[in-house]
């Protein structure tokens, strides 16, 4: 089923090893099939997109919404963590203009991008040079 969540990285600062993100469930994997990055400031920044296989502790909860009302979303959405997550290497990476709306979007053909089955599995949006910066931000997903 198709799902997504939207939200403001506000709760804590985006990191190398933090940022927002999607976790998946024990029992299925998800596929990443879209996620954009618009700038809220006048400061640029690089963002990413990695694969995480342990979540860390999610903060700032996202609502999580199907495009089929009849369904309810069982991955999980935040806005960033609280405790550092484990990411593998970008498989995108973007210098994000300073300019409010500067942004990017990634799409993924096939199934997109997937994250095995299990609760710690799942995508973050991290700012790879470190550097904090909010930003506004959107997943969509399989499940």
């Known amino acids: 089923m ?3 969540g939207a939200g403001r990285g506000v709760t804590n600062l985006p990191t190398s090893v933090r940022g927002p993100n999607v976790y998946g469930i024990a029992s299925r994997p998800i596929y990443l099939v879209e996620t954009g990055v618009f700038n809220t400031t006048t400061t640029a920044f ?5 694969r995480a296989s342990a979540a860390g502790t999610g903060a700032g909860a996202v609502t999580e919404v199907s495009e089929d009302s009849e369904y309810t979303p069982v991955a999980t959405a935040f806005t960033s963590h609280s405790a550092d997550a ?3 290497g970008p498989f995108n ?3 994000i203009g300073a300019a409010i709306g500067a942004g990017v979007i990634w799409t993924y053909g096939g199934k997109g991008l997937r994250a095995p089955a299990g609760t710690a599995n799942g995508f973050v949006l991290n700012l790879p ?3 904090g910066q909010f930003f506004d931000f959107y997943f969509v997903w399989d499940e």
């Open 129 to 131: 040079t470190g550097t």
């Open 86 to 88: 484990t990411v593998g």
């Open 2 to 4: 198709r799902c997504s």
């Open 46 to 50: 690089a963002v990413s997109v990695v």
């Open 93 to 95: 990476q973007a210098s």
